[in-house]
């Protein structure tokens, strides 16, 4: 045998012994995800002490204007001593405590009640979207040590329902642009846009299933800017996906009139009676929701004895 091929045959058991090793001892074992309702309780200890901690400028947005997230400032509160004690607020003049003008909100999730904190500096005059809309936004995401992970440098339209859950509770609190101007590039304009920030605990984020650039169990932060919003039609039944919000609880995920475990938002047979969701719009108006033949309250699509179909003559 060569010197080369001893040297591969070492290198070779040296790899076999690692992985054996790696395997014995369940290296690559994930561990369970943390108790939800204990760990919100650790997260909203971490948001509050942030909130009574840190400022943002105040005084930026005392003109009326169309502000980005750009000009939300926060920073946090001077330790000169270095003994831990925070020191009072510089300047009160131009400067607001973030616990002082935060808006707390709770919100259910996965059977645990979350609570988060939003900053508003602009409601915006428009339409206010819904849980399940797509939206055209600006953002910035960062930790609470500053670091950001993610961001949009121009206007991006969002599937509100292929977001993290604070993104469905939060943006549907703010209204859209009252106007939109074309501004002969291709780009537009907007006025008088929902402008704020979401202060959230890691269960309305990505716990601990979180994407590169974010750690396990993370408090997250979310500047952003509302400039438009687009009904949507997921399953494409003829019925806007807020109209399948059946209880009402800005949820359309929990809806599920068969109970096949697939939401109607996305059920193109709502009812599991057999016959295809938009085939229940007997007066073909577009709308099943209006079709209830036998008028028993229940309109055709959600009433599994009703099986009539717009398709039955063709």
Not at 38 to 50: F, H, I, P, W
Not at 57 to 81: A, C, R
Not at 113 to 124: H, T
Request: hydrophobic letters at 30%.
């Amino acid at each position: 045998m060569t010197f080369r091929n001893t040297i591969v045959v070492l290198l070779l058991s040296v790899l076999c012994f690692t992985s054996c090793k790696n395997d014995d001892d369940n290296s690559f074992v994930s561990e369970p995800p943390r108790d939800r309702t204990v760990q919100q309780e650790a997260d909203k200890d971490s948001l509050l002490n942030y909130l009574n901690t840190h400022y943002y400028k105040s005084s930026t947005f005392e003109t009326p204007g169309n502000y980005t997230y750009q000009d939300i400032v926060i920073e946090e509160l001077p330790d000169d001593n270095d003994d831990g004690v925070f020191d009072d607020l510089p300047d009160p003049d131009v400067n607001t405590l973030l616990i002082d003008v935060i808006e707390i909100f709770t919100t259910e999730y996965l059977e645990v009640e979350y609570e988060y904190y939003i900053l508003k500096l602009n409601q915006g005059g428009g339409d206010t979207p819904n849980s399940s809309d797509s939206v055209n936004i600006n953002y910035f995401g960062n930790s609470f040590d500053g670091e950001d992970f993610d961001s949009t440098a121009n206007p991006t339209r969002f599937d509100l329902l292929g977001l993290i859950e604070a993104w469905r509770v939060v943006i549907p609190d703010f209204g859209t642009a009252t106007d939109i101007v074309e501004n002969g590039d291709g780009t537009f304009s907007y006025d008088n846009y929902g402008l704020g920030v979401m202060f959230i605990p890691s269960g309305l984020a990505y716990f601990n299933s979180p994407p590169f650039g974010v750690s396990q169990y993370e408090n997250l932060i979310f500047k952003f800017e509302l400039y438009t919003a687009e009904a949507n039609d997921h399953d494409q039944d003829l019925i806007f996906s807020f109209i399948e919000d059946l209880n009402g609880n800005g949820n359309v995920l929990d809806d599920d009139t068969d109970i096949d475990g697939v939401p109607n938002v996305y059920d193109i047979d709502d009812d599991g009676d057999g016959v295809l969701t938009r085939f229940e719009d007997i007066d073909n108006d577009g709308d099943p929701t209006n079709d209830d033949t036998d008028q028993d309250g229940v309109p055709n699509y959600l009433d599994s004895g009703t099986t009539l179909s717009n398709q039955d003559d063709n």
